[in-house]
């Protein structure tokens, strides 16, 4: 299963220009709200320049990165919680999501007109926002409404615990807060997941720049005031990388650089989706082929093997371990092998970043 990563904003913000920017899509574009009706998805491969490497250094018959789905949804606009420009169809698309990427628009272009009439990134992000909320805040009541009711005929402890942790969801919700924000157990958010909460979801913003000095200096302004929140906000000129979509990489990558850009949107985006949602990349490695796969950091032996197949965490017997920069020190595996850096590792292992695993497992 692919990484899904939900992109919103406010209509004319560039979310579709960036969708086709992440995936070399073609998805239209055009300077009127609502120009995206029904959801564009795309699936990308993960950036992965470890991956590379170890292709040329393993030399196995296929190679299989981690990829990501994004999602774009159209132009959310004032009011959508309440089906505003039919923005309650637009937001159970985004429900499914793992991420939510939020575009906000820093460009001045007079012949794309914006629906506020004016660029103020700060008012723009706290619109979406609380539409998110308001959203959220519906589903809420509703189930609420519906628990509440439950818990009064039987006298189930889950049914009561749910609404508890509902009535504490209600109250942030009510003042525009968004539920990330709550001091969740992990038995409470568990007992959340069915309703599939948009602000309960990891959230970051993109800035979508033009090359003007007074894009980039309200980008520092703004950039500011989210961190004191604790927020992520990614630059990205959004129109510019288009254009250099043809150049070779590493061309690309240092025209980005005297922008004060560090990477492509792609690598940015993916960056911050994996580290919002604390995951790390290990490697599958056999006769068929060599696989990049994301997993939970922490996670153990067995429930990596599990990424691969069921069969595989049931009847795990051990992981044999190597990790990337000391496979790549030593220049092979075989090499790895004969001096005994592959390690035997058992149920017990948490996988590293980088581990390039290769599981014994029974298939009785």
Known sequence: MSLRVGIVGLPNAGKTTLFNLLTRGHAEVAS???CTIE???????????RLAVLSELLIPPRVVPATIEFVDVAGLVKGASHGEGLGNQFLSVIRGVDVVLEVIRFFGDERIPHVMENVDPLRDQEIIDLELALSDLEIAERRWEKVKELARKVKDEKIHLEEEVLAKCLSFLRQGSPLREMTLSEEEKEILKPSQFI?????FYVANLDEQDASKALFQRVKATLAEKGATILPVFVKLEEELQDFPPEERKAF???FGVEDTGLK???QTAYRLLNLITFYTFGDKELRARELLRGSKAPEAAGKVHSDMERGFIKAEVINFAELVTIGSFEKARQLGHIRQEGKE???QDGDIVYFRFSSH
């Open 268 to 270: 940015l985006v993916a």
């Open 256 to 258: 980005l650089q005297e």
């Open 39 to 49: 959801p564009n998805p795309g699936v990308v491969e993960v950036p992965d320049e």
């Open 349 to 351: 292992y948490e996988i």
């Open 199 to 203: 602000t309960l979801k990891p959230l």
């Open 32 to 34: 009127y709200p609502f």
